[in-house]
């Protein structure tokens, strides 16, 4: 029998297995002693509910216990046609128990009696299975054994199976349910199972696979779910602990490691969709055309698989343009595949970098050495800098958008354009407009533009997003607004206009709130691409297909991914204090400092100190339990009698520290909260800090200051008074 860990509402933590039964309390940190314990009935068996209430069995005779571990109530008896009670479950409402024999039993707490009983488990398990048994709100049950189980529905009596037959590979250990109601099962090979409450599909959740090639990392032994912040923890074979929130499922990044196909180098530069649920991608070594339903990639067009291909774009006439580096355009059109040089001016132009098609169906591309008008009939390009010398400058643009007017907007390595194609005009912001807002366009590099469902213009560069209104009013997102990271690549808005953006190392989502007229940004960093050794040497790409998903490449493959299915990450539990420290000395529990010890118990337990006037250099730090997304979380905090307001900060690794020199004598309340990157503020923690004054300036002090001082005056007035008297007197 594997080990079985109960914790009650005493806190004692209680340790089962086959013939032994130990209990821990967490208050005293210590083993008790259960002689004298326990009822005098003759205890074979030991449980802990769900709620925390302890249940006891003779192996005749079900109890019901008190915190006090005294029998409160007799709820059922099992004769032999019943069997040995394997399981039990109560709400505190009902209380189910199941048998051996394939017998199930509700007892009803109110009625004292037995209200049902079923027989469907009969011949279901053998040997000697752990049972586990979770009650829903709505008083569904889930129903698992080592190699089977399913869902119980109450009110119609219904079994559902949803692991029968063919399931004894599982060996299930651990079962437990979400929020939602949904159950969580840990296996011995297979790692972790969820199956959903409603749908009862099954989903394998991958993770635990990727850290041990011999996998034991999979062998799961206990298994316990958050209720609050969706957290699964988990207790592994010779590997400690483990946990998993469905947030760590939101970006699964498509490479070789899980793609049916192969890929020679995993880059992606350019995408664009196809039909039939495809999309293509534009790798250093050639296309590849991705399956996002059966998850499988093949190379495409064998004649480009040496090519660098930058750009991919679908026109209105159904031809496909790739456009390569250092090897000119190719066309795919009617089955066939096309290519010839582009010449400007008797030149051939063989570094393509962009393409858009106008409301007129004219063709834009972007070369090095300008953008211009490309005819797809004659393969010629009409470059805008030989109309308009001032361009001159711009030799290589990245990026091409329209804006609400259909004016062609250019991105170039060192500025921005918009030329009217329709009156044959050209704005250079920081040329034309030199004493407008606009002008601060001018001198970035530009790696992405997009107009959004508002008519706003996104510009991606290398020092933040610009964003232009239709009137010429520029805001501006960068550190100050949450980007860690400056380099923007790509941008794309979902069907909920929110925006999302790619940076260098992470993936941003920026939602827009318009009040009175005037627009604010909310920025949160939805996933942090550490230590994939990305460069900044290409602009990655990004792609919105027509049923909402989402692509942005990497230089290790690409991301694709649902918006409306992304969780945030949420930090339900105030932060912790994890250390404290005097004159950046740490001040432990139980050590003496200047002679005295500051704390006897934990410092998350104590939460105080009392300090002298001399000891006013402090650092309190504390930590958050987002272990989930720890590099997405952050904190504010203020010390009340001296901050006026919140302070706040982001941490990579969940924790924060905050100093202050010199308190002054008073006392003080340090109160911190944590949010992760949904920025929903935890419960806030707060830890007292006294700083008593020095002993001459304490009340007593200035009592005996008073009194000495009144004392002297009265002496004073007496002895003058004496004196005038005897001068009388004389």
Not at 443 to 471: A, P
Not at 518 to 537: E, F, P, R, T
Request: glycine share 8%.
């Amino acid at each position: 029998m594997m080990p079985v860990l109960y914790v009650d509402a005493r806190e004692r933590v209680w340790i089962k297995e086959k013939g032994m039964l130990e209990a821990f309390d967490l208050a005293t940190e210590k083993f008790l002693d259960l002689k004298g314990m326990l009822p005098d009935v003759g205890i074979n068996d030991f449980f802990v509910d769900s709620g925390r209430r302890i249940w006891m069995t003779d192996g005749k005779h079900v109890f019901f216990c008190d915190d006090d571990l005294g029998v409160v109530q007799t709820i059922d008896s099992s004769p032999d046609i019943y069997g040995t009670l394997l399981g039990l479950e109560s709400d505190g409402k009902r209380c189910w128990m199941v048998y051996d024999t394939g017998i199930m039993r509700c007892y009803d707490m109110k009625q004292k009696r037995t209200v049902r009983q079923e027989v469907f488990l009969k011949g279901k398990y053998t040997g000697d299975p752990r049972i586990f048994i979770k009650i829903l709100e709505n008083g569904d049950l889930w129903v698992f054994w080592n190699n089977g189980g399913g869902y119980y529905v109450n009110e119609t009596r219904a079994w559902n199976e949803c692991i029968g037959a063919g399931g004894d590979h599982l060996s299930i250990n651990a079962a437990d349910t979400d929020k939602s109601g949904n159950v969580w099962l840990g296996t011995s090979r297979h790692g972790i199972y969820m199956i959903d409450r409603y749908s009862l599909n099954i989903s394998n959740i991958e993770p635990l696979y990727h850290h041990a090639s011999d996998g034991t990392w999979s062998n799961v032994h206990s298994l316990v779910v958050d209720k609050e912040s969706g957290t699964v923890w988990i207790g592994l074979f010779n590997h400690g602990m483990a946990y998993f929130h469905p947030v760590m499922n939101n970006f699964i990044l498509y490479n070789n490691e899980n793609l049916s196909g192969k890929m020679d180098i995993e880059d992606v530069l350019s995408m664009c969709e196809t039909d039939g649920n495809a999309v293509l991608l534009g790798t250093e070594r050639g296309v590849y055309r991705f399956d996002a339903v059966g998850k499988r990639i093949e190379r495409i067009f064998p004649e480009l698989s040496e090519l660098l291909i930058k750009m991919i774009c679908k026109d209105s006439e159904g031809r496909l343009w790739l456009g390569s580096y250092q090897d000119g355009l190719y066309c795919m059109e009617n089955g066939k595949m096309r290519h010839r040089d582009i010449v400007w001016d008797t030149l051939a132009v063989t570094n393509i970098r962009a393409m858009v098609e106008d409301r007129k169906g004219r063709l834009w591309l972007s070369v090095h050495g300008g953008v211009g008008r490309f005819n797809p009939d004659t393969w010629t390009l009409d470059l805008l800098s030989d109309r308009f010398p001032q361009l001159a400058k711009y030799m290589v643009a990245n990026t091409l958008e329209l804006d609400s007017k259909g004016r062609l907007v250019v991105g170039a390595d060192n500025g921005i354009y918009v030329y009217d194609a329709d009156k044959d005009s050209l704005f250079v912001p920081e040329l034309d407009r030199p004493d407008s807002p606009i002008v601060s366009l001018g001198g970035e590099k530009y790696n992405c533009i997009l107009r959004d469902s508002r008519n706003l213009l996104w510009m991606g560069t290398q020092y933040g997003i610009k964003i232009v209104h239709e009137d010429g009013a520029v805001d501006y997102i960068g550190e100050d607004e949450g980007l860690a990271n400056l380099t923007v690549h790509s941008i794309q808005e979902d069907n909920n206009h929110e925006m999302w953006v790619s940076t260098l190392d992470a993936l941003y989502r920026i939602t827009l709130d318009e009040v009175d007229g005037k627009i604010s940004y909310k920025v949160v960093c939805m996933d942090l691409n550490q230590g994939k050794g990305l460069d900044n040497l290409y602009e990655f790409c990004s792609l919105k297909l027509h049923d909402g998903t989402l692509c942005f490449g990497r230089l290790d493959g690409f991301y694709m991914f649902t918006p409306e299915n992304i969780v945030l990450t949420p930090t339900a539990r105030a932060p912790m204090f994890t250390d404290f420290r005097l004159f950046n000395r740490q001040v432990a529990c139980g050590e003496e400092y200047n002679g005295r010890i500051l704390f006897a118990e934990s410092l998350n337990k104590r939460r105080s100190v009392t300090l002298d006037y001399d000891e006013n250099f402090v650092t309190v730090e504390f930590s958050s339990l987002n272990f989930t997304n720890p590099a997405q979380t952050y904190f504010r905090y203020q010390l009340e009698g001296l901050d006026k307001e919140w302070i706040e900060i982001s941490s990579a690794e969940r924790q924060g520290a905050a100093t202050y020199s010199y308190l002054p004598p008073g006392e003080y309340r340090f109160r911190v909260m944590a949010a992760g990157n949904d920025r929903v503020w935890s419960p806030e923690s707060v830890f007292r800090i006294e700083v008593r004054p020095p002993f001459w300036a304490t009340l007593w002090a200035k009592v005996s200051y008073f009194c000495c001082f009144a004392a002297f005056w009265w002496l004073f007035f007496l002895f003058c008074g004496s004196g005038t008297t005897a001068s009388c007197s004389g």
